[in-house]
């Protein structure tokens, strides 16, 4: 069976939770992402995809669609809404909103108390987040920046890209689909696959906090399936990309069609958490097609678009002192081994001798593969990976600009054409791809290695 997991919150943590406008390192916030490897899974029980956003009204959140692992064993829950527990006049609490094998969200309350502890999630369930829950509290203890309500009337500027013929089309003051918020939503007709031609919303003055504003939530409408499409979403500080990610990773499901979903996603989830702030949010449509959509024209409506803070997993206080030579490197409730080119790591918990065995093995610096894939955009984590994409139709993976996606220079990609499909290798505009036999493999399991050699500029080698 899977893990059990169970957190608890001392005094000065559950102070600073409750005061997390100033963030500190008792309340450092902690995702779904800390809670196993999503990348090697095993038995653990954990959250691969969705999360949750508080309605606005009493205790009622509601919950993505989820895909979950208990076990070992993979399971998907519908979305749906859950209604926490009313408050305790005198104290305040914690409670787990989780889901079970059948695909229910249910919550685990925990007890009240002065300096309340976060309750224990047995083996039978996965967290999807915590909620404090204050003395006497009628709503959670949440906080919202609203980015997108009413475009007339915004809460951030919001502009467009259109980019060249055929170009991008946004209605910000849109009436159709029926708006999940108010009486406006916005209204995206996407035509080419290209990074530059997006949406973007745009912080008036001033930025928010990544530490006070764990999550990214808003809702996505599509009027018809686009199993091809993904909807690819960045934030900025100023000009500074902070990262990029996939809604389709955070509840959205491009074959629902006709419903207003949730993508709720970990602030944290971005990367570079040396960037504290946010200022910006942009948003646009991929497709595995380098060129142009096979509808032509795609359509997508967004709404209730808005950073939230006071929910989720928190983590506890350091506990652990890292050194390197006797020097201090800092204190962590968590250490991660990552394997990468030239090593892998062996983490074994050994819980008969109460120990964890950690073994340190050099092996090829491509260990780790991607299998299965079809075409996609390449990001910064596929740095020494070797992709292989299986597909019995054409694909193309797409090399991005370096400020919409900053992928290090320097960087070794390997990617194998698995499929009988044919597979070539695309560029958003901007972007070198040097290579003396072309773009297009030249025939099943062919490999190309790819090397970044400046800011916007890539070499390409073929191989058998």
């Known amino acids: 069976m899977g893990s059990n997991i169970n957190r608890n919150l001392p005094g000065d943590a559950f102070d600073a939770a409750v005061g997390a406008n100033t963030p500190s390192v008792n309340n450092p916030y902690a995702t779904q992402l800390d809670l196993a490897n999503i990348n090697n899974p095993g038995n653990a029980n954990l959250l691969i995809s969705g999360g949750a956003s508080w309605s606005g009204t009493g205790m009622v959140f509601n919950v993505s669609a989820l895909v979950y692992q208990i076990a070992g064993i993979q399971y998907s829950a519908n979305a749906q809404n859950v209604t926490l527990p009313a408050s305790n006049p005198t104290n305040p609490r914690f409670d787990a909103i989780v889901v079970d094998v059948t695909g229910v969200v249910s919550v685990i309350s925990g007890t009240p108390a002065t300096n309340p502890l976060t309750p224990a999630v047995d083996e ?42 055929p170009s991008l089309s946004v209605n910000f003051t849109s009436t159709f689909p029926v708006p999940f918020e108010g009486a406006e939503c916005t209204l995206v007709t996407a035509p080419t696959y290209n990074g530059g031609k997006y949406i973007q919303y745009t912080k008036p ?21 686009l199993p091809a499409r993904n909807v690819y979403v960045l934030l900025y500080n100023n000009t500074t990309l902070i990262g990029a990610v996939f809604a389709t990773n955070w509840g959205l499901n491009m074959n629902s069609i006709g419903n207003w979903q949730l993508v709720s996603i970990p602030t944290n989830a971005f990367g570079n958490l040396a960037i504290s702030t946010i200022t910006m949010a942009r948003i646009f449509m991929t497709g595995n097609t380098a060129n142009t959509f096979a509808t032509g024209f795609d359509r997508y409506a967004l709404d209730d678009v808005k950073f939230q803070s006071g929910f989720g997993p928190q983590a506890n206080v350091a ?26 790591w062996s983490v074994i918990n050994d819980a008969i001798n109460n120990r964890i065995n950690v073994a340190a093995n050099s092996v ?8 299965n894939l079809v075409g996609r955009i390449l990001v910064d984590s596929d740095a020494g990976k070797f992709l ?35 597979l070539g290798i695309g560029a958003m505009i901007g972007v070198s791809l040097l290579s003396a036999t072309g773009l297009t493999f030249p025939a099943q399991y062919t490999v190309a290695t790819l090397t970044k050699t400046d800011i916007d500029t890539w070499y390409i080698e073929y191989s058998n």
């Open 205 to 225: 003055s001033g930025n928010i906090s990544r530490a006070t504003f764990a999550f990214l939530t808003f809702r996505v409408y599509l009027p018809v399936a």
């Open 364 to 371: 090829n610096a491509y260990v780790t593969p991607e299998l």
């Open 124 to 165: 039978n369930y996965v967290l999807i987040q915590y909620v404090l829950v204050g003395a006497g509290a009628t709503t959670p203890t949440v906080t919202n920046q609203f980015v997108y309500r009413q475009g007339s009337t915004p809460d951030w500027l919001t502009s467009s890209v259109a980019g060249a013929a």
């Open 388 to 422: 292989m994409v299986d597909s019995v139709s054409s694909e193309t993976m797409q090399v991005p600009r370096n400020n919409v996606i900053a992928i290090p220079i320097g960087t070794v990609i390997k990617i194998s054409q698995q499929g009988t499909g044919t």
């Open 319 to 344: 506990t652990i002192d890292l050194s390197e030579n006797a020097t201090n490197i800092g204190s962590t409730s968590k250490i991660n081994f990552i394997s990468g080119a030239g090593v892998e």
